[in-house]
């Protein structure tokens, strides 16, 4: 069943049984520097785009998708956790109204036991009962994406004030078996 606010991914529910919060906003919209009409018209079709990607199933704070849209030219980017949720994205944006051709660059990240634990543990760092950072786990806000390639971590995702992003920082970085944490966290405007 596909909900918005709450996805089981089979690699933590097997592990874990806890539910992850999709991540609507870490999308990315395609960038444009003056506002004109034409771009105007393009949002639908953006949160058109944006919707069937964040309604795929088994999309978790483990995945990080995002699209650039060329008028109806889109590309894919990304990293995910399983090669099906790559072919799962390509899929479902070929078939909106609008968009001519997909280009899928979105990258599987490799099947490594040790990135699986690493994932585990900063997800608990981030994410348990009394951390500041527990209202990003319930839907309440946009999920912090824990991307994990060979021990390196990347957080992606918006978050509500520069203090948390620099507190998920500390917390992913004090994982034992991570190498390195990159904050690609976006403070979200007021």
């Given amino acids: 069943m596909k909900t918005k606010h709450r996805v089981t991914t089979f690699l933590v529910a097997a592990l874990l ?20 009409p034409a771009v105007q018209d393009q949002r639908p079709l953006e949160r058109k785009i944006r919707h069937e990607l964040v309604m795929l199933p088994y999309f978790t704070v483990f995945d990080h998708l995002a699209f650039q849209l060329n008028g109806d030219d889109l590309r894919l980017i990304g990293q995910v956790t399983s090669p ?6 390509g899929r479902v944006v070929q ?70 992003k620099h ?13 390195s944490v990159t904050n690609k966290l976006v403070v979200q405007k007021s």
Wanted: net charge negative; charged share 20%; aromatic share 8%.
């Fill in 17 to 36: 049984s806890v539910p992850l919060a999709s991540r609507a906003g870490d999308l990315i919209e395609a960038k444009t520097e003056i506002e004109s």
């Fill in 84 to 89: 099906s949720l790559k072919n799962a994205a």
């Fill in 95 to 164: 078939g909106i109204e609008g968009v001519s051709s997909v280009v899928n660059e979105i990258e599987v990240l490799p099947n490594s036991p040790n990135d699986d634990q690493i994932r585990l543990a900063v997800y608990r760092e981030l994410y348990h009962g009394g951390s500041r950072l527990f209202p990003y786990s319930l839907g309440d806000y946009d999920a912090i994406g824990i991307i994990v390639n060979k021990g390196d971590v990347t957080l992606v995702g918006t978050v509500i004030s520069e203090s948390d």
């Fill in 167 to 179: 507190f998920a920082f500390l917390k992913a970085s004090g994982v034992p078996g991570v190498f």
